[in-house]
Every structure is written in C-alpha cells, then in structure tokens.
C-alpha cells in the first residue's frame, strides 16, 4: 500500500474514533431519555477547554485530560438535575430548546473568560513513530487507541455489568422498569453523567490537535445527531456504525475534493439514508 | 338480487400474525345492507384487531378486504370512508379541545368528494342541520357548544358515534359502544341502533350480551383469529362448543 | 364572537399606528424595526406548521435562507423584485413538497422529521459556501441595492427606509391575516384535530399526508418571503441565514410565545431582535448569556410559552370568582 494512503487510513479511523465517543455518548443520553441535548456538543468544548485550563495551571496532560472528564460528567449532572429533570414530561421541543439555551449560555460564558479567539493545547508527546514505513504522529495513534479502549470499555460495561442492564432496561421500557424496582431517575442521572463524560473525554483528546473555540461543539452536536439518527438507537455497535458512515465517509471524500463539498455529499446521504431506513442502518428490524 | 341483499362489506381468507401470535387465521366475513351485526368472543379473540384491519388501520399479511364491489386491501383508512365506511373506537377518540359541534363538523365535512359548485353550496347550506341532526339523534344536543373534552365517558362515546352517523357511511363499525355505559345509556344506544339501522349496515364488537340479543340480527364468535361460528342468538347459545369458549368467563 | 371581530381589527390597529410612528423615527431605526417585524413573520410561519399541524422541523431556516439567496442574487443582477420574490417562494415550495413528500411517507417520529430539515438545512449552507460564483461564498453576497418594483407601468423605488419600511409593514400584515384565516377556518381545526389524533382524522376520511404537505408547503413559503423581505434592508445574504442557530431561535420564539398563536411567536421575535440590536456590541456577549438562562428558565417555568403563562393566570383568577369546574368529569 501506498504510504500517503497509510497516512489517510489513519486519519479517517482517528476522525470516527473520535465522534464515536461523542456520539456514543449521545446515544446513551438519546437513547436512555429521548432527550435531545443540543448541549453535547459544548461538552466537547467544556472538555477540551478544561483541558487548556488544567495544563496552563502546571497539570500534565494525562492528569488534566482525566480532571477534565471528570469535571464535564459533573457538570453534565448538575445540567440533568438543574434543567432535564424538570422537562422528561413536556416533550421533545422542551427538552432540546431548553439545552439549547444551556448551550448559548455556556459558549457565552467560555467567551467572556477566553476570548473569541482559538487556542491550543501542546501535545503531550510529539514524537513521530513509524507504522509500515509511514511516519505518522504518535499523538494520534494514542488517541486512536484510547479511544477504542474506551468504546470497547463503554461496550462492556453496558453489555455485561448490573449497571449497563439497569441502563439498557430503562431505554427498553421505562415504565416496566420501575415496575421491576429499577430507580429509573437514579439511571437518568448516571445515563447524563456518562454520556457527557464522554463528550468531555473527546474534547481532552482532540484539544491538542484542534483549535479550540466557544463555538467548536457546534459541528459536534450537529454530527453526533446524525450518527444517531442514521445508525440507529439500536445498540451501542449502530452508533458506531453510525460515526463510520459519517466521519469515515466524509474524511474519505476530503482526500479529493474540499470539506464544503465532501460534507454536502455526507448530509445528502445522510438524508437518503433516513429515508429508506428511519429506524436506522444497523438495526436488525 | 333485491337491495336488502347487497353484501356492503366483506373480507375473504384474511390472514394476520404478529410474530407467532396468529390473530387473523383465514377469516371469512360478510355484511348485508341494513343487517346489524354483532361480534363476541372472549378477550383476545382478534376483535379490535380485525376492526383495525377493515378500517385499513393495520395491514394484512394476506387475504382481501372488499367494500360493496371494490377491493379495498390496499387502501389507507381516508379512501375506505370515501366508499363509506366509518368506525368508533372502543376508546373514544374524539377532539377534546374542540366543542362537540367542531368535532361533528369536522366528520361531515370530509363526507362529500364534491364535484360541482352547485353540491359544494348544497352541502354548506345543510351542514349545520345535518351536525344537529346528528347530535339530536344521539341525545347530546345539549352539548353542542361544549368542550368535548370535558365531557363523560358516555358522552364522549356519543360525540363518536356523532361523528359516524353524519358521514352516513354504508357500514357503521363500532367497538364496544356500551363499555362504561350506564343501563339507561345502553338502552339510549339500543334504540339509536334501531334507528339509524335504516340507513346504513352495522358492525358491533359487543361483551354486553343482553344488548346483543336486542339488537343483532346475526352474530359471529371469533376465537383466538378463527372465525368459529355465525348465526343467531338462539343457536350459538345450544351450542356446545361456544359454551365450552366462554365457560368460566364472566363475559357472558 | 365580540373577541374574534376585536382581533381582527388589531391586525388592522397595529400596522396603523406603525405606519404613523414610522414619520416620527429616524432611518436607521425603521430599519431595525423592519428586520425584527420581519423575523417575526418568519417566526410566524413556523408556528404555523409547529402550533398547528405539530410538523416539528429543525431546519426552518432553510426556506427563509432560499427566499434571501434568491432575492439577493436577483436584486445584484438587476432583476425584476416582483419575479425574484415568486421565484423564491416558487422555489422553497418546490423543495418543502420533495422533503414532505418524503419525509412524511417515512413513517419516522417528530424527531426524525425535525432532523431531517437540520440535515437539509446544513447541506444548503455548504452549498452556499461552496458555489463560490453564484453566492460569494463564505461572505455571501453582499451591497444588494434597495428594490424597485415595475408595477403596471409605473415605477415604485423603495430605496428609501421609510418607504421599504411601509411596504414591509404592509405585507407582513397582509400574510399574517392570511394566515390567521387559515388557522381558523375548517382547514385549521383539521390540523388541530391531526395534531390531536391523526388516526382517528384519517379514519374520518381526511388525508393526513395531504394536510400536512399544504402546511409545510404555506411555511415555507412565508418563510421564503420573510428571507427576500430581509435581504433588502441588510443588504447581504450569507451562509449563516442556513445555520442551526437560526433555525433553533425561531423555534424558541415559537415556543417563547406560545405555539399555535401565531401573534405569541411574532411579538417574541420582534421583542427578542429589538433588545439585541439596541445593545452595544460589547455587550453582546453578556446579553446572549442572558437570553440562554432565559430560554432555560422559561421553558422550565412556562412550557407553554408566555402566552399560556399569561392566560393561565387569567383562568386562575376567573376560577377565583366564580367557582366553576371546568374538564371535571372527564374520565
């Protein structure tokens, strides 16, 4: 295989990585609640710019990109019992208004304290490493497999522990649920902890091969929604699924044409996509 | 074949499952002109099911739906009342924000395909009389400019049934109309049954046995989606087997 | 009835007295008035499809984008403003009837609709970036002079803001009387009724995919007219006008103001721009912060927007008097 190919290869497998956690993350809080939060995509950004704050304080980057995981699950808490909680029952527009503000008041307050301007992290390793003759930056190829740990690590934890039964019993049913005991609010919570917590953990990862800007969570959100729809809610696999159609497609087209054009190319399939299978792609139904 | 004879609506070896579940097994049905037709069998039996599959709300895995001489199998519910057929719910689904007046408006004016301006007008200038009508004949006249939603049970039942007779469809389906109903209700309904029977055919799902023997012409027992016996009162009740269906049930 | 006759006098009440203030302000604010009258219509065109019919659309901006393009384009190259608004509005609705069509014989969820304009609507703002030659890019297309109309001979140049602004005023009342009347004639209680069930509408013989292809079809056309009335005054039109942001304003608006009123959605809209074009910009960023904990704290207090919350009180201090139990019965 060509070496530039080998390069690309990597690239396109890092870029879905990367929107699978988020897009996973979005899945179990979609999925669990049906609730759209148009505030994932600021997790990213909360993730990345506590990532800024951590390592400008002295932090190493490993310690400040585990603080800023940790810090966005809290804040995606305090959003569930400060703002969600009080919409499960008025519906969809409610909920997804509501989160949108939360995303408006969150991008502004970024704003006031870093300024407009983008901002960059250092990458906690520099060197180059060799991968079939391809010299590639190390950096990405540990982001590459952090993340597959951790999408491996979430596929497990919802497959085969008590609390990822609960999890999914309360997407499957809620009401047969809590007939059966399950403290179904209690798995909201945790569902909105996790879910940010992995937005969060994207931004870490991705702030220091990006810019980091108020608005950048916006291309997340928008992206992760459509992994979600065209995937499927089906399973945790059908959002990854998901992430390979999206970012892999698009990734794959910016080799030859420009991002403007390759992205349009995605949404239209995106929406041929719905339109032939709204339950989505990787559903057995 | 003189008018009293005109099959209206009929179904042949409709067929239906849900997974394993099989609630349709090759039923064979037919309703005459003005007949009034009763439905029992024990819960589960396929009732509503089969309801749903007449009024196109569900799609059948197999067989034929046929109102008057038209196939009907693959049309949606919208295009099955054009050829006349309505139906109730067991529930009542009526417009709970509207007053009852609206929601009978609202049925009548979906009745007429019109053609020429001519029938258009006829139809306009008759539509208050004809939702009065309507409203009268189901005793909730006094309700016209009230919020249906705020209504009873009973009354709510009625606003439905409104809402069926002012299309004046050629078959009535209704679904359990006396469930929740008081006696005087039920007998209220006996008698409306009676009287708009002249018009129309009529399809009743029914637990309520007395009501049955009053005002069914023919009953058919559907059991577990078999269509197992037609026939009149007398001779479903010396029968063994539909004895045999029921026993232990409360419902007869 | 007293009511219904008093409302339709203030759709004739209100354009009045703007006209009559319009002598008394200075250019520049006539046009910032304008601008929010005329996200106010566009903000009353979605509640039109969102109030009434429950077509939840995350993508509305699209058709106020496509009337802007449109228009912008035309007016650069000296086109007829008449032809150009009917192009835009022919356009929009072309296109809504494709989405409906297939959007709605998909038997998806609310959700899936609504994400399917978002998606749609993203797609049109690269578009517009991308095609470089026909709209400028990612800078749009910008100092599109003021229009002027070829009417039966006569020349009719709005090129001052007094006078675009009537005109604005003018139309803006126009279509939302129209709009009024849809939504109370019989065809507005059937979609109330399709909201409500739209099985039982079908069963009644109504044709829920038609009612719902006419009402996607009469927003986007509202909308689309909205976005051409909007390029004259900003002289510029741009890939944002696509963006989400829009689009999600314009349902906060609607929800704000309290679905299904149309005039809720409309004053909310003109209120929210107003405020945010008097404001210095460096206190901009303060204020959206603002308006964000509003939107929150509102939809969590009122979920039915201001209106609701308003007539809720009402009710609550009728009841007050007279002690009369209304829905009491029902089971």
């Avoid at chain 3, 994400?115 to 910008?142: C, P, R, V």
Wanted: aromatic share 10%; proline share 3%.
């Amino acid at each position: 295989m060509d070496a530039i190919w080998i390069a690309n290869l990597l690239n396109i497998l890092t870029s879905i990585a990367v929107l699978a956690v988020v897009a996973v993350g979005l899945y179990i809080i979609f999925g669990l609640m049906q609730v759209i939060n148009m505030a994932h995509g600021d997790m990213v950004m909360l993730g990345a710019y506590s990532t800024l704050v951590f390592t400008q304080a002295g932090f190493n980057f490993w310690t400040s990109a585990v603080l800023a995981t940790l810090i966005v699950g809290i804040i995606g808490g305090l959003l569930e019992r400060g703002v969600v909680q009080f919409l499960y029952k008025s519906g969809n527009l409610s909920t997804m208004l509501a989160t949108w503000g939360v995303g408006i008041a969150l991008q502004q307050t970024v704003k006031l304290i870093f300024g407009p301007q983008g901002q960059f992290v250092d990458a906690p390793v520099l060197k180059m490493v060799n991968i079939f003759g391809v010299s590639y930056p190390s950096y990405r190829l540990i982001l590459l497999v952090l993340c597959v740990l951790v999408l491996t690590g979430v596929f497990i934890i919802l497959k085969k522990t008590r609390a990822g039964l609960l999890v999914r019993a309360t997407m499957d049913n809620r009401v047969m649920a809590e007939a059966m005991g399950i403290n179904t609010k209690q798995v909201y919570l945790y569902g909105f902890i996790g879910g940010s917590a992995l937005a969060g953990f994207a931004g870490a990862l991705i702030s220091p091969i990006t810019n980091i800007s108020p608005l950048m969570g916006l291309d997340y959100v928008t992206k992760s929604f459509l992994v979600v729809i065209s995937g499927g809610v089906e399973s945790m696999m059908s959002t990854v699924g998901g992430s390979v159609i999206i970012a892999g497609l698009q990734n794959f087209l910016n080799i030859y044409i420009d991002s403007t054009n390759s992205w349009m190319i995605v949404l239209a399939i995106v929406i041929i996509v719905i339109w032939i299978r709204p339950q989505g792609v990787f559903t057995k139904k | 074949m003189s008018n009293n004879d005109r099959v209206v609506l009929s179904t042949h070896d409709l067929r239906k499952a849900f997974g394993g579940l099989v609630v349709a097994n090759g039923i064979n049905f037919s309703v005459k002109h003005h007949e009034v037709r009763c439905i029992i069998g024990p819960n589960g039996a396929g009732k509503t099911t089969f309801f749903n599959m007449l009024s196109g709300l569900l799609p059948l895995d197999s067989g034929e739906v046929r109102i008057e001489d038209v196939n009907v199998t693959h049309m949606p519910a919208y295009r099955r009342q054009k050829l006349g057929l309505n139906r109730t719910f067991q529930a009542p689904h009526i417009f709970p924000e509207m007053s009852v007046f609206e929601n009978v408006l609202l049925a009548y004016r979906s009745r007429f395909r019109e053609t020429s301006l001519l029938t258009k007008l006829k139809v306009k200038l008759e539509e208050k009389d004809a939702v009065e009508q309507a409203l009268l004949n189901t005793h909730i006249q006094q309700y016209s400019g009230r919020e249906a939603g705020s209504l009873s049970h009973g009354e709510k039942k009625r606003v439905e049934m409104a809402m069926g007779i002012v299309q004046r469809p050629k078959v009535l389906l209704m679904d359990e109309p006396t469930a929740g109903m008081t006696v005087r209700e039920t007998q209220e309904i006996a008698e409306l049954i009676k009287e708009i029977r002249k018009d129309m055919a009529i399809v009743i799902v029914e637990h309520d046995m007395e009501f049955v023997r009053e005002i069914a012409d023919k009953i058919t027992v559907l059991y577990r989606g078999d269509l197992v016996r037609e026939g009149s009162l007398e001779e479903l009740e010396n029968d063994s087997f539909i004895q045999e269906i029921y026993l232990g049930s409360v419902e007869i | 009835m007293m009511n219904q006759r008093n409302k339709k006098w203030s759709v004739l009440v209100v354009p009045v007295l703007l006209i009559i203030l319009s002598f008394l302000l200075p250019d520049y604010q006539l046009d910032l008035i304008a601008t929010a009258i005329i996200y106010g219509l566009f903000a009353a065109s979605v509640d039109f499809s969102y109030g009434y019919a429950g077509i939840l659309n995350l993508g509305s901006a699209l058709y106020f984008g496509l009337g802007a393009y449109v228009m912008a384009f035309g007016l650069k190259s000296g086109g007829d403003p008449i032809l150009l608004i009917l192009i835009g509005l022919i356009v929009s609705i072309v296109i809504s009837l494709i989405i409906g069509y297939v959007g709605f014989r998909v038997k998806a969820s609310q959700v899936h609709f609504g994400l399917i304009g978002l998606a749609l609507t993203l797609g049109f703002e690269q578009l517009a970036i991308s095609l470089y030659d026909l709209t400028g890019g990612s800078n749009g297309i910008s100092d599109v002079p003021r229009p002027v109309f070829h009417l039966f001979g006569f020349d009719l140049a709005l090129s001052s803001p007094f006078s675009y602004f009537i005109f604005v005023i003018v139309i803006v009342s126009v279509l939302l009387y129209v709009l009024w009347n849809i939504a109370s004639s019989g065809f507005g209680k059937s979609l109330l009724a399709m909201r409500h069930d739209e099985t039982k509408l079908e069963t009644l013989g109504y044709n829920p995919m038609t009612l719902k292809m006419i009402v996607t079809a009469i927003t986007a056309g509202v909308s689309a007219l909205a976005g051409a009335l909007f390029v004259p005054i900003s002289g510029i039109a741009y890939p944002g006008l696509f963006g989400v942001a829009l689009s999600m304003s314009v349902l906060i608006w609607v929800q704000l103001g309290g679905t299904g009123t149309l005039v809720g959605p409309l004053l909310v809209a003109v209120l929210l721009k107003l405020t945010e074009s008097s404001l210095s910009s460096s206190f901009e960023q303060t204020y959206m912060l603002i308006i964000g904990l509003i939107f929150v704290v509102m939809v969590i207090v009122a979920p039915s927007g201001v209106w609701g919350l308003l007539r809720r009180f009402i009710r609550k201090r009728k009841q007050g008097q007279s002690p009369v139990q209304e829905g009491g019965e029902s089971a």
